[in-house]
T-cell receptor
Framework: ELKVEQNPLFLSMQEGKNYTIYCNYS?????LYWYRQDPGKSLESLFV?????AVKQEGRLMASLDTKARLSTLHITAAVHDLSATYFC???????????FGKGTRLHILP | KAGVTQTPRYLIKTRGQQVTLSCSPI?????VSWYQQTPGQGLQFLFE???????NKGNFPGRFSGRQFSNSRSEMNVSTLELGDSALYLC?????????????FGPGTRLTVL
């Protein structure tokens, strides 16, 4: 059974600091997603990683994938308050659209 | 291009009632997936429909059912509502092709069961 574990689940950090969210998954997967969710809102797609060694960056966020270790990371550089949200990683397989989500990391960035 | 729409956005029901939620995918998308989000269980996959056929199903009781119409719009039905069914229900649509295709999420329907 495909399982996804994220850590930490809660993160409070100061503006300007760097931090990393980790996502481990249990079995082979074809794609790895990172989503952002603001309170009361839907999911916003941040990154989709499809192959080993893939790295994608958007602004202060950078995601990477190591399929051999079944590990993805979301790195936050010089955090700003606007990045406060819950971040989910999720994995899926090409044969269908079923996505298995991690529990999410609630990120709170203090001014 | 219009995004994924869900109706209604908010719904209040009482235990034992049934409810139907609707999802209209992005034009041209043939796959619709449904997810339940609760504080305790997080985001859980309910089922996926592709070309009017259920292609995948999560671990939910039979009270949860769905269907998809020829225009790809999908409905989800929950019968005999329980307090624990209170959740945000999200649907997502995609092209549904064999290789990777991006899923787009709708705004969700917030269901409260009293």
């Amino acid at each position: 059974e495909l399982k996804v574990e994220q850590n930490p689940l809660f993160l409070s950090m100061q503006e300007g600091k760097n931090y990393t969210i980790y996502c481990n998954y249990s079995t082979t997967s074809d794609r790895l997603y990172w989503y952002r969710q603001d309170p009361g809102k839907s999911l916003e797609s941040l990154f989709v990683l499809l192959s080993n060694g893939a790295v994608k960056q958007e602004g202060r966020l950078m995601a990477s994938l190591d399929t051999k270790a079944r590990l993805s990371t979301l790195h936050i550089t010089a955090a700003v308050h606007d990045l406060s949200a819950t971040y989910f990683c999720a994995v899926g397989r090409n044969r269908d659209d079923k996505i298995i989500f991690g529990k999410g990391t609630r990120l709170h960035i203090l001014p | 291009k219009a995004g994924v729409t869900q109706t209604p956005r908010y719904l209040i029901k009482t235990r034992g009632q049934q409810v139907t939620l609707s999802c209209s995918p992005i034009s041209g998308h043939r796959s619709v997936s449904w997810y339940q989000q609760t504080p305790g269980q997080g985001l859980q996959f309910l089922f996926e429909y592709f070309s009017e056929t259920q292609r995948n199903k999560g671990n939910f009781p039979g009270r949860f059912s769905g269907r998809q119409f020829s225009n790809s719009r999908s409905e989800m039905n929950v019968s005999t509502l329980e307090l624990g069914d209170s959740a945000l229900y999200l649907c997502a649509s995609s092209l549904g092709l064999a290789e990777y295709n991006e899923q787009f999420f709708g705004p969700g329907t917030r269901l409260t069961v009293l």
